[in-house]
């Protein structure tokens, strides 16, 4: 996996330490929940890491890693000592379907938060897609009722945790050339109690930039967090 620059860690490790760990809410049974069951094309990368493309900015050569890390440092410095953090799926909304779905992209960016966290040593229990799903089928609740941010300010509190990450993706075709597509990321932590952001970060990547591929071919493979989305 992409891992946090050396500074950004440093930066993260720091704010971490500050934090004890303490005993967390409920516990899950953290058994693996398989998402896609669609067999891989030869030609796709299985270990490509989401966090190796290149968001589109004149700033130079910016990976969508950094910008996760950025993200991960908003929910190390405000979510308090040894908060839950539960990371929900991206969320794609595009012309295609009808309602919103969840690619495989969606997966793995909400999977790698979580990886960063972890690896960082935040304190408090963070939560994966398998385990958020876990979560809420004991819960009782409805993955669908977690499509968007409004909907996980009325529902998040059923989940028991403390913060909640999640977010959207919209992918616009042929912007300023022919076949140059441009993926619009926006992630956001929410603090449960308060219904507060706590760390937000927005970006895009496009498809004519090198190493860009895999992103947008996991951007358009169907996972089965949502299938009643098609």
Known sequence: MDRLS????VALGALLLAFPACTTDETV??????????EQPATFDSGYEVGEAYVLTEAGDVTVGERLSEFCLGIAARGGQGVSVGCLPVVTYDLRRAGPWVSELGMRLADDVAQRLKDAG??????????????IQRSGLDKALFANL??????G?????????????????????????????????????????LSRVSFEVASDRPGNRSFFELAQRESLWLPEGR
């Open 150 to 155: 409004t909907a996980v300010t009325q529902h």
């Open 29 to 38: 049974a953290r058994t693996p929940i398989p998402h896609v069951t669609v």
């Open 122 to 135: 935040y304190a408090g229990e963070v939560l994966n897609t398998p385990e958020m799903d876990a979560r």
């Open 157 to 197: 509190a059923g989940l028991g945790l403390g913060v909640i990450a999640s977010g959207t993706l919209k992918r616009e075709n042929s912007l300023g050339s022919e076949g140059r597509d441009v993926i619009t990321l926006d992630l956001t932590a929410l603090d449960v109690a308060t219904g507060s952001v």
């Open 6 to 9: 050396r500074a950004a860690q």
